[in-house]
């Protein structure tokens, strides 16, 4: 199973684009990347995922290296409410095993 | 939205007390999880469900039971709860394990054991 690294503490300031960065160096070709986050006493919530092309949507823009092995999470326009733990996790297409890591805390500042 | 509901967001027990924490959701998905998460440690799987009356253990099953006798719900049962279950339990859903199924998870249950 391939596992993830995620730096454990991020600063962004408000209105300007966070980039979270993953490192997924042992994943295999059938294997997804997702991105979630969680914000403080909640579940965690799923933000988007890929495989090999880079994704957008209405949250944020999933940016997949070429050789697959590190992915960067985009939010455009950080705002105090995208202050959470962002969790980068690789799964495998007919496996039940999410794995999650330890994420990024992100905090964002006025 | 697909929904998954958690029966108690915060509980109570003392240590040898039977807990059950129950968890529905609302869009027919075949598979179900309960995972727990505790500070430092991420969210680490308990149990996992693929079917109704189906289940297989996840990482950190020892001290736990599940049951899914309807597809919607999925209970975790401690059996004798231990003050080394204290901890955020979460459960969530997804479709299927084919493809890129998406997990959807409920608010979370915050259990002390005391």
């Known amino acids: 199973d391939a596992k993830t690294t995620q730096p454990p503490s991020m600063d962004c300031a408000e209105g300007r684009a966070a980039n979270l960065p993953c490192n997924h160096s042992?994943?295999?070709?059938?294997?997804?990347v997702y991105w979630y986050r969680q914000i403080h006493s909640q579940g965690p919530q799923y933000i988007i995922h890929?495989?090999?092309n880079n994704e957008t949507n209405e949250m944020a823009s999933l940016i997949i290296t070429e050789d697959r092995k590190s992915s960067t999470l985009i939010l455009p326009h950080a705002t105090l409410r995208d202050t959470a733990v962002y969790y980068c996790?690789?799964?495998?297409?007919?496996?039940?095993?999410?794995?999650f890591g330890t994420g990024t805390r992100l905090k964002v500042l006025a | 939205d697909v929904k998954v509901t958690q029966s108690s967001r915060y509980l109570v027990k003392r240590t040898g007390e039977k807990v059950f924490l129950e968890c529905v959701q609302d869009?027919?998905?075949?598979?179900m999880f309960w995972y727990r998460q505790d500070p430092g440690l991420g969210l680490r799987l308990i149990y996992f469900?693929?079917?109704?009356?189906?289940?297989e253990k996840g990482d950190i099953p020892e001290g736990y039971s599940v049951s899914r006798e309807k597809k919607e719900r999925f209970s975790l049962i401690l059996e004798s709860a231990s003050t080394n279950q204290t901890s955020m339990y979460l459960c969530?859903?997804?479709?299927?394990?084919?493809?890129?199924?998406?997990?959807?998870f409920g608010a979370g249950s915050r259990l002390t054991v005391l």
């Open positions: 469900s693929y079917d109704v009356k189906m289940k």
């Open positions: 042992t994943i295999s070709g059938n294997e997804y």
């Open positions: 969530a859903s997804s479709l299927s394990s084919s493809g890129a199924n998406v997990l959807t």
């Open positions: 869009m027919d998905h075949e598979n």
């Open positions: 890929g495989l090999k």
């Open positions: 996790i690789v799964r495998a297409s007919g496996t039940y095993k999410y794995i």
